[in-house]
């Protein structure tokens, strides 16, 4: 009597199910609100600042900061960018019920103002690492778009090749990655959006877009609603003493927030109303 085979069902659904794509990694978020200032009455932004999944609308608690500025363009004294610390107006708020921090960023003069954080090193328990992210976001004030084309000095960044305001959704965005001011190639790239409207997407694929940067360090992404996208560079960190006392890897992400506005609609035609 031939030998019964056992059915490969069991092992085969064993794969699909490991192969399946992994939650969304953590996001240092770094929003300024309004994103875009023209009003000359407005002499403050608010800011906010969390850890979590920007897409899956979670959250984890986050330590404060080790660094959080403003620098400002164009600079004023001596050719000199202007660099203004802010790590004590930050105060602990909730973001969906997790510690958070929030300040004012005061804006005195019209400029472009670009918002830089450097967080702690936080030891992920579920991945045996530690994270320390890099966060940046650009704030023009009264119609100063100067130096979003500059790099702002972090360890790891993303560098504009597209202006990053003032886009309408679609949009493409195009960016460089610098390491300690190097280009970092076939660096992966991580892409999401801060989904507080909740929007619904067919897989998990959808919620973490990603891609390398090419020879140059450049990458582009077609951001095809208005909203806030954050852009992540990944890349190795020196090792770090974990919690067995034992070196651990740590992973660095260089984030850039940016946001998309709505596309501008069309005029309605008054009624009898040719086209030309």
Not at 40 to 47: G, L, Q, T
Not at 51 to 60: D, K, R, V
Not at 61 to 88: C, I
Not at 142 to 170: C, D, M, N, S
Request: charged content about 20%.
């Amino acid at each position: 009597m031939p030998r019964m085979e056992r059915p490969l069902l069991p092992a085969l659904l064993w794969i699909l199910l490991a192969a399946s794509p992994a939650c969304a990694e953590y996001f240092a978020i770094l929003r300024a609100n309004p994103p875009l200032v023209s009003d000359p009455k407005c002499k403050e932004i608010s800011v906010s600042i969390a850890f979590g999944h920007p897409f899956a609308q979670t959250a984890t608690d986050m330590d404060l900061v080790q660094m959080f500025a403003a620098v400002k363009y164009p600079a004023k004294k001596d050719g000199q960018t202007l660099r203004h610390e802010f790590l004590d107006t930050l105060k602990p708020i909730k973001y969906l019920k997790k510690n958070a921090w929030g300040g004012t960023i005061p804006l005195p003069d019209p400029g472009l103002y670009q918002l830089v954080l450097e967080t702690r090193p936080y030891w992920e328990e579920t991945q045996g690492i530690f994270l320390q992210q890099f966060a940046q976001t650009l704030v023009p004030v009264q119609g100063y778009e100067h130096g979003w084309e500059i790099p702002v000095g972090l360890k790891l960044e993303i560098l504009p090749l597209t202006r990053p305001f003032g886009l309408t959704a679609p949009a493409l965005f195009t960016g460089r990655v610098l390491f300690d001011d190097k280009i970092l190639s076939d660096t992966p790239v991580r892409i999401e959006y801060l989904n507080e409207d909740k929007r619904a997407v067919p897989s998990p694929y959808h919620q973490t877009q990603r891609l390398l940067t090419n020879e140059h360090g450049v990458f582009s992404f077609v951001c095809p609603h208005s909203g806030w996208w954050g852009f992540a560079a990944v890349t190795k960190g020196d090792p770090l003493k974990g919690p067995d006392g034992q070196p651990k890897k740590t992973e660095l992400s260089g984030v850039l927030w940016i946001y998309i506005d709505p596309p501008v609609s069309p005029k309605k035609k008054q009624t009898g109303q040719q086209d030309d």
